[in-house]
């Protein structure tokens, strides 16, 4: 039944930096290759040692056999992110802040009905898709994104980053289109109401025909990356996590055979050993590389609900319980939602931490030309069936 000092953080940042320098030039300078590889682990200290706000997300793209994608994520954070689920009709009209937090900034009208996920109470969404199958989310990315100044004469072709993902998808219907149009509007540094924060943040979108696009601003400087794979964790760049794959193209579903050595043959002592040496830990490089490789390996299933069940079952690796990762105040992370969008029957799937059950909405069954947004909730019970009322004599086989 169904039903995402101080020796302190910047010194230490700095000496990490410095250290990575060091490596380089001794690269360069002397050939060795071996150092390549000390590269992306002291770039995942630096990552690991920026001071950010606990948020893991992960994010996975699949096709089916039956010309059909399903786009899911798992969404996590250290306090209840209170989300709903939203729907944004056609024609409602939005209008941005500007940098300053007044009214002035970006308007305009939803070409497209749009429904998924928010945070906080706010009209905006986090995760979504639109009646034309484009879906997609936004994702943490700390230390590295760093938005637009925004003269005045150009606030009326701004909005902040925590709104973008709600402008693309309730205006475009395809990743060309997006990039025709995201170089001509600015995305400001203007802070979250009521928040006082700026979130750091990258988005991925996904279209019908397969096409996926991770969007960044790095520098003040817009980055657009085709997506090949479809994945996506959180910092450091996209391009980095694309070249840190170089350390695990060795990874393989196909299990090790058997060797020789000294006269005495050696056998794996179990299933998976093609896939020694993927890495297990919480962080976001070794996210990627754990995404993308069940991603490349995931068998193409026929329908759209067998791609629904296969993305959960994916994501539950990536699933994050209390207590096993925590800041130094205590605050916990966690997997407070994991969702997945069949994206050719526009369908929103979700379940949360107190509800292992599937919810869905089905955006197609909305009224798409309502003339308000409408929320739901998630705050619904598990229910556990009781196996009791299905038993039948044993007998043999």
Known sequence: MIRKFQLNYCD??????????IEITIFFKQGIMKKMKLLPLAFSLVVCLIPTKLFSCTGLFLENSNNGYVYARTLEFGQDLQSQILFVPRAYSFTSPTPSGKQGGLTWNAKYATVGANAFGFPYFVDGVNEKGLAGGLFYFPGFAEYQDVTPENYNKS???????????????????????????????????????????HLIVHDSSGKS??????????????????????????????????????LSPINATDKEIAGITFSQLGQGSGMLGLPGDFTPPSRFVRIASFAQTAPKVKTELEGIYQAFHTLNNF?????????????????QWTSAIDMKNKIFYIKTYENFQLQKIDLTKLDLTAKKLQTFSLKYQDQIHEIMQSNHPFKKP
Do not use: C
């Open 12 to 21: 230490l940042y700095l000496l990490i930096v410095i250290t990575v320098t």
């Open 319 to 335: 699933d994050i319980p209390k207590g096993v990762v925590a800041d130094k105040n205590g605050v916990l992370e966690y997997t």
């Open 213 to 250: 696009l991770v969007i960044e601003y790095v520098k003040g400087k817009l980055s657009l990356h085709d997506n090949p794979l479809g994945v996506i964790t959180n910092s450091p760049n996209f391009d980095w996590h694309l070249t840190n794959l170089r350390n695990y193209i060795n």
């Open 159 to 201: 909005l902040p980053m925590w709104e973008l993902l709600t402008w693309i998808l309730t205006n475009f219907s395809s990743i060309q289109e997006i990039k025709t149009e995201l170089p001509k509007i600015y995305v400001s540094k203007a802070a979250v109401p009521g928040k006082a924060s700026i979130p750091p943040a």
